[in-house]
């Protein structure tokens, strides 16, 4: 089984502010800090799918009729799913309707080889760390505070990706398995 996903690579720019971000960042809190080649926007997690059905599957998002290629723009920082017990630090995405556009017909196309969209509501975002255990947070919600700018740049996104994700104790390392360009 490959553990699969869909979504945007951000343009080298806007990883790299992120990155410089988070080389202050990282010495103020033990988290498990996403490494910069793996930023992205993910668009819909599929989980695991069997590898004999990759082509199936990469047929049918070829077959998409995606809409033509947009920009976005990464500001803010938040914390997931309760600030004052969080579970990641992600930068915000500042998307048009084509992004949810983008999600809405891949999930379409996913839906006849018996894929289950999932039930909570889509937040585009760019993770940024993980909390796994209950560090304390206070000089990095003061880092975050003191920031002079949370505005990160804009990315023209016009390659729908398809990644798969391998767990190791170092992290997880992406690799780009199809490409779907948008018109």
């Not at 059905?53 to 976005?72: G, I």
């Not at 889509?122 to 990095?140: E, F, N, S």
């Not at 398809?162 to 018109?183: A, C, H, I, K, Q």
Request: with cysteine; aromatic share 10%.
């Amino acid at each position: 089984m490959l553990r699969l996903f869909l979504g945007f690579r951000l343009d080298y720019a806007v990883r790299r502010n992120l990155e410089l971000m988070l080389e202050h960042f990282a010495p103020l809190a033990e988290l498990h800090w996403t490494k910069p080649d793996n930023f992205h926007i993910t668009t819909t997690f599929l989980g695991s799918w069997p590898e004999d059905r990759l082509p199936e599957l990469k047929a049918a998002l070829a077959a998409a009729p995606l809409p033509p290629a947009f920009q976005v723009n990464i500001d803010g920082l938040g914390w997931f799913d309760n600030p004052h017990n969080p579970r990641s630090l992600f930068a915000g995405v500042r998307a048009p309707a084509a992004l949810a556009e983008v999600k809405q017909i891949t999930e379409a196309a996913l839906a006849p080889l018996g894929w289950q969209r999932e039930a909570r509501p889509y937040v585009p975002h760019v993770t940024l760390a993980r909390v796994k255990t209950k560090p304390d947070l206070g000089p990095l919600r003061r880092a975050i505070a003191s920031l002079p700018s949370n505005e990160f740049g804009e990315c023209h996104l016009n390659r729908h990706l398809l990644y798969r994700s391998d767990l190791n104790p170092s992290g997880s390392t992406y690799t780009v398995v199809g490409e779907f360009p948008l018109r």
